[in-house]
């Protein structure tokens, strides 16, 4: 349990990201658009447990795309 919690502010980006896709998806429920809002519950928990599992590498790879998304 303590693994789960150490280097919280390098977690804390992912579950960001996690919870962002599960909103998402929320609205597209609302909306009536399954399609969508499957894919991006499926990015959601994808995320979140990549967080637990691998927190940097999940953190690095956000970096490489936001630094893509910002250059361009």
Do not use: W
């Not at 519950?41 to 599992?53: A, K, P």
């Amino acid at each position: 349990m303590h693994n789960l919690f150490t280097n919280f502010e390098v977690k804390k980006r992912g579950l960001r990201i996690a919870l962002f896709f599960t909103i998402l998806s929320l609205i597209c429920f609302l909306i009536e658009n399954t399609i969508l809002q499957f894919i991006l519950l499926g990015l959601g928990l994808v995320s979140f447990v990549f967080t637990l599992i691998r927190p940097d590498a999940f953190y690095s790879f956000t970096n490489c795309v936001l630094e893509f998304v910002l250059v361009f």
